[in-house]
């Protein structure tokens, strides 16, 4: 189940909704007490955070978290040293401007990140 359906599901059960029929649940129902529906609630919540987690993960590009071999460190010192702008070399090596800056840090190319986007 996509993270959506469940929102959608859980957001009907917490309105008091059967999300399958659309009925309203009647006051007896379980999904009408305080607790339970503060308890849905939460649960919302906490999918809310998961779907904008997920949402960001899929626009990072495909490298971002993955570990750095060392040619692409050797790579990417070759064309920081040659003047390639950081969000080339941030495409090129499909990371971020930021983990680029944070590289060439630990490289020892640069002191500070700010350095580098001093540079661009």
């Keep these: 189940m996509e993270t959506s359906e469940a929102i959608k599901a859980i ?34 919540k906490a999918l809310e955070r998961l779907s ?13 978290g993955k570990p750095w071999s060392g040619q692409e ?3 990417l010192v070759e064309v920081f040293d040659n003047g390639v702008p950081l969000r080339q070399i941030a495409m090129n090596h499909c990371r971020t401007d930021g983990a680029i800056a944070s590289r060439l840090v630990k490289v020892g ?7 580098v986007y001093d540079r661009s």
């Design 11 to 44: 957001q009907a059960l917490a309105n008091g909704i059967d999300p399958l029929t659309g009925e309203v649940f009647p006051d007896t129902s379980p999904y009408n007490h305080p607790t339970i529906i503060r308890a849905l609630f939460q649960s919302l």
């Design 52 to 64: 904008e987690r997920e949402k960001r993960q899929r626009s990072l590009p495909k490298n971002a």
């Design 109 to 115: 190319k640069v002191s500070e990140r700010s350095e």
């Design 73 to 75: 460190d050797r790579s």
